[in-house]
């Protein structure tokens, strides 16, 4: 099984998983929360985008930050 390094603690683990709001794979350590969204979807957040406000409020409306933006610039054509 090959060693993996976690990219936010540098510490060596087995598992990592992709955070959705940084990209960096990061430990299950460093995971703050996940949930599953849909059978195949699941949100990965790790500690230091739960500190950021818009990241943990786009992690609660279960959406990733690509989807959050997406959201928004359809929200802002609307207003035209
Ligand atoms: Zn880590
Ligand atoms: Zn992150």
Same mark, same amino acid.
């Given at each position: 099984?090959?060693? /993996? #390094?976690?990219?936010?603690? =540098? *510490?060596?683990?087995? =598992?990592?998983?992709?955070?959705?709001?940084? @990209? *960096? =794979?990061?430990? &299950?350590?460093?995971? =703050?929360?996940?949930? *599953?969204?849909? /059978? &195949?979807?699941?949100? #990965?957040?790790?500690?230091?985008?739960?500190?950021?406000?818009? *990241?943990? @409020?786009?992690? /609660?409306?279960?959406?990733?930050?690509?989807?959050?933006?997406?959201? #928004?610039?359809?929200?802002?054509? /609307?207003?035209?």
């Amino acid at each position: 099984m090959a060693i /993996k #390094v976690c990219e936010r603690c =540098k *510490r060596e683990t087995i =598992k990592t998983e992709t955070c959705d709001y940084c @990209s *960096r =794979k990061i430990c &299950l350590d460093c995971e =703050k929360a996940t949930q *599953r969204i849909q /059978k &195949l979807t699941r949100l #990965v957040i790790c500690k230091d985008c739960w500190g950021i406000m818009p *990241r943990r @409020s786009a992690y /609660k409306n279960r959406h990733t930050m690509a989807q959050e933006a997406a959201a #928004v610039a359809a929200e802002a054509a /609307k207003a035209f």
